[in-house]
T-cell receptor, first 114, second 111 residues
Framework: KAGVTQTPRYLIKTRGQQVTLSCSPI?????VSWYQQTPGQGLQFLFE???????NKGNFPGRFSGRQFSNSRSEMNVSTLELGDSALYLC?????????????FGSGTQLSVL | GQQVMQIPQYQHVQEGEDFTTYCNSS?????IQWYKQRPGGHPVFLIQ?????EVKKQKRLTFQFGEAKKNSSLHITATQTTDVGTYFC???????????FGAGTQVVVTP
């Protein structure tokens, strides 16, 4: 069974640009969560999608958005990039997104904003 | 801000020594999970604790969930170089919706 796949692996953008990251969950998993990881800050929850609907949202500005498709693949978009958006963006999938399920993480997309 | 605090942020351990990392929440958690992230890698699930006072062991790793379900600990005995990485706790509180991760404890092991 293939794991969680994130593309691209690395991205370099400049301030003001926008970026779209992609995440393909494990086959059969319907819940996809997105996290931002920066040194010393751990993993900050962005949002979670289940059956094409955003079910939970973290405390990030509206520049951060996402969506999920009928095949459970998810995309995350960041508009008007700022230097502080430089981070590793991880997505994680689980079967139903229930509280007792473990998360399976992808390798992440390393975003650098110059 | 962070609702789950993890200490220490950094731990330098001599091979063969024991160490403990702690996770604390200001509110009661419904459950807590622990993940390990190797350098350059992604977080990998280690264990989940659900019951008050629960203790689980995985070889040299011992996980505890506090009686009040507000704190947890990970104790590693006889540290090996394979234990290098960052250990995260992730708490689930009913009002949060999803897991809130601690900042992690970065473990460096000296041979």
């Amino acid at each position: 069974k293939a794991g969680v796949t994130q593309t691209p692996r690395y991205l370099i953008k400049t301030r003001g640009q926008q970026v779209t990251l992609s995440c393909s969950p494990i086959s059969g998993h319907r819940s996809v969560s997105w996290y931002q990881q920066t040194p010393g800050q751990g993993l900050q929850f962005l949002f979670e999608y289940f059956s094409e609907t955003q079910r939970n949202k973290g405390n990030f500005p509206g520049r951060f958005s996402g969506r999920q498709f009928s095949n459970s693949r998810s995309e995350m978009n960041v508009s008007t990039l700022e230097l502080g958006d430089s981070a590793l963006y991880l997505c994680a999938s689980s079967s139903q997104g229930l509280t007792n399920e473990k998360l399976f993480f992808g390798s992440g997309t390393q975003l650098s904003v110059l | 801000g962070q609702q789950v605090m993890q200490i220490p942020q950094y731990q330098h351990v001599q091979e063969g020594e024991d160490f403990t990392t702690y996770c604390n929440s200001s509110t009661t958690l419904s459950n807590i999970q622990w993940y390990k992230q190797r350098p350059g890698g992604h977080p990998v699930f280690l264990i989940q604790l659900v019951k008050s006072g629960e203790v689980k062991k995985q070889k040299r790793l011992t996980f505890q969930f506090g009686e009040a379900k507000k704190n947890s600990s990970l104790h590693i005995t006889a540290t090996q170089t394979t234990d290098v990485g960052t250990y995260f706790c992730a708490g689930q509180g009913d009002s949060w919706g999803k897991f809130q991760f601690g900042a992690g404890t970065q473990v460096v092991v000296t041979p």
